[in-house]
């Protein structure tokens, strides 16, 4: 072959390869699955934003803790936010300037630290309890959002409302669901959306979240306690969970299976609905006995990457938290059970 032709060679592969690839980076601003690899791992910045007023829980976000969390490994941080607390009772439902100003700075704090950062509409109780009086006012706070971001870096996903239960049914949450999707993709085409199902965003209720079929960039989020008794023995808001203090995680063979099983039935429902899975929320409260709280975390944290769930512990530094703030430092031994090759 003379030297020409095989000059001629190279460069025709070199451009099959450039186009490929830029197919595939087309391909990939519509793929759920690349973004959920994207979140890879990722904590719940929680009890700050979400609660009635930031501080009131004890917890005011500081620059610092996302250079922690950058610096400790992890690729995305779940920010819950308590919208309703922030937005006017009727129409036109506008929300807080100052309180939004906030949400953009943390939003900020993590973009520029190259994190995922998930938004959500989190402890919205009003509409768990009355959801037809306050539709309207959730898809106004959405119709805002969408808007306010959609210049935003596609870092950014929105989530569209944490642990639907209680008078929200499922034939209601999957209707505004599609409401919701459909206001936000006017002004954001591409940009990743979590949707969880009802029951607390339940496994077992899987099978009846309905997703708008010709919307392929969805991640489906749920969330894992089990045994209840053992995450939340002594948290005040769960109902007799004194009663539970000393209930011990072993890990025996039937523990186990518990877990796998129940997490195998949810990525079963992922491969056969064709949507990737993102654990949004596990964790144990800080009155469980320790070590089997390591043991339980880094159980539930390998399985789910196992099956390609991509996940975000319940959360930073809090009562179920990794980061004593107080100390100014990592419960070193619980960061490890999640991000093992942490400094
Ligand atoms: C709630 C938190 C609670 C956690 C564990 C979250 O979804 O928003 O307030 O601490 O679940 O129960």
Redesign the pocket.
Known sequence: MSMKMIIFLFLFVCLVAQSCSAQQQEMDMYDAYYWNSLIGRGV?L??AL?APIECD?GVRLKEEYFDLIAEAGFDSIRI?VRWSAHTEPDSPYSIEQQFLARVDWAVNQALSRKLVVIINV??YGEMLDSPEAHKERFLAIWKQLARHYKDYSDLLYFELL??PGGNLTSTLWNEYVTEAIKIIREDNPIRAIIVGPTQ??SISQLNNLKLPHNEKNVIVTI?Y?EPFRF??QG?S??NNSEEWIGTTWLGTEAQKSQIESQLDRAAHWGWDNKRPLFLG?F?S?SKAENISRLRWTEFVRAEAEKRRISWAY??FC???GIYDKSKSRWKQDLLYTLIPNSQ
């Open positions: 719940n929680g009890n979400e829980w819950p989190h402890h944490n642990e607390w965003n969330h306690y995450t939340h948290a808001w769960a929320e964790g409260y319940w959360e809090a009562g179920f």
